[in-house]
């Protein structure tokens, strides 16, 4: 067995830089705004038309000239939304007007409903009139040449009412990363199976499968091998004729059967094989021509913790999103905490708002065994190495999984 690690201990920074600058998206494809929810747009959408294209009423009431004061006018026609008029409206006539109405010419106002009383053709005006009262100019919402969606934007469904909009119905997006899982191991079982002695329930291949599609990718390709060089690397090959990002969890630590990191080394170029972080020290980044390998660490937390942390923002970019960072905020904490002494350690926590502030609560005992830390917990606390217990109140970075709990 080996005692020191032939990779050099690198910071989360340089870390996530290493897998940053190799990870790139493909060509983009045209799809039908209808299939693009959810993907990422990869050029910018601009709007070719003024909206509204004319000045529209914006309640239910009567086209009229402005005018001062009350008075009674002639009502000479109607318009619904979707139909136009070419009769004119004089300073002694009105037109009855639906929301969505376009203006008919003359008008210069609309007034409401409810400020009228009409009666044998003739509609008594209670209001004055100002100009342009009531109406939607013409370009309020959308003016010709506008920037609509920047590239780089997930398409949610207000971008897809947009692109309906302006009628933008072929739209370029960058197609999901296909992932492939494996999982390591000679302890694991199925999910269904009963563990003999000495095993366990294989969780990470289904956690991390979720995980890749949370963060938009698909999942082509998922498999569970033994500890034994040639059938990881029969599995490995499989995979990454399937996929283009392959996540492997366990067998990157130090034990004899640990037989992940000289795999991919083999097969690839290895750029880190360890980093100053916890928990997931042995995490591995390696490129096999133009695919990404990541070996995370089989315990079910660290593994979890390094894909939120590092194959994540990976997947993001190689999406294109033009953000692939959570968001971090400085939360206080509301007990005293102890820190790792010599690593980055990234603590499972819960944080919610208390009046104006944010205040985090990690999730109990911070074991890379025990899963239970991250349920229900929606920030990573940012915990500098150090000697000294940070006491209450003290204020630490946080990396926001979901959104804060209300007060
Ligand atoms: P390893 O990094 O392969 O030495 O794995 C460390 C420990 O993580 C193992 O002893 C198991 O307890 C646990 N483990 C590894 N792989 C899995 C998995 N797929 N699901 C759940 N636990 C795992
Ligand atoms: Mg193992």
């Known amino acids: 067995m080996q005692t020191s690690s032939p990779y050099p201990m690198i910071t989360v920074q340089a870390a996530l830089a290493a897998i940053l600058e190799r990870a790139h998206p493909p060509a983009p494809v045209e799809v039908d705004f209808r299939q693009a929810q959810g993907l990422v747009l990869a050029s910018d959408v601009v709007s ?51 929301t969505g109405g376009l203006l008919p010419p003359g008008a210069e106002a609309v007034v409401m409903v409810e400020d009228t009383r009409e009666r044998d053709g003739l509609v008594e005006v209670e209001k004055p009139a100002r100009p342009g009262e009531n109406v939607h100019p013409p370009g309020q919402d959308l003016v010709r040449g506008q920037l609509v969606l920047r590239a780089g934007a997930r398409l949610g469904p207000a971008e897809i009412g947009i692109l309906a909009t302006v009628g933008q119905t072929r739209v370029p997006v960058y197609p999901r990363p296909r992932v492939a899982v494996l999982a390591t191991g000679d302890e694991l079982v199925e999910p269904e199976q009963e563990p003999p002695p000495g095993c366990l329930r294989d969780s990470n291949r289904f956690a991390l499968m979720a995980a890749a599609r949370e963060a938009g990718a698909e999942v082509v390709w998922h498999g569970h091998g033994r500890d034994e060089r040639a059938a990881l690397e029969r599995l490995v090959r499989e995979a990454l004729d399937a996929a283009d990002v392959l996540i492997t969890s366990g067998g990157v630590s130090m034990g004899t059967r640990d037989l992940i990191k000289p795999l991919l080394a083999d097969l690839g170029e290895v750029h880190f094989g360890r980093i100053a972080f916890k928990p997931g020290k042995p995490l591995t980044f390696v490129t096999i021509g133009q695919k990404l390998a990541f070996g995370l660490p089989g315990y079910p937390v660290s593994s979890l913790v390094t894909f939120e942390v590092f194959v994540r923002p990976a997947l993001l970019e190689l999406q294109g999103l033009s953000v692939v960072q959570r968001p971090r905020v400085t939360v206080e904490l509301e007990h005293d905490l102890r820190p790792d002494r010599i690593r980055l350690e990234y603590q499972r926590a819960v944080v919610r708002w208390q009046a104006d502030r944010l205040v985090a609560a990690p999730t109990g005992v911070q074991s890379s065994s025990r899963l239970m830390s991250m349920i229900g917990a929606n920030a990573l606390l940012e915990i500098q190495p150090g000697e000294e217990t940070l006491p209450a109140g003290s204020r630490v970075p946080a990396l926001l999984t979901g959104p804060p709990e209300a007060g």
């Not at 004061?69 to 009502?75: C, E, Q």
């Open 48 to 98: 070719h038309e003024d909206l509204p294209p004319g000045a529209r009423s914006a309640v239910d009431g009567y086209a009229v000239t402005a005018q001062p004061g009350p008075r009674t006018l002639r009502v000479v026609g109607e318009l619904t939304a979707g139909h136009v008029s070419s009769e004119h409206v004089e300073p002694d006539t009105a037109m009855r007007i639906m």
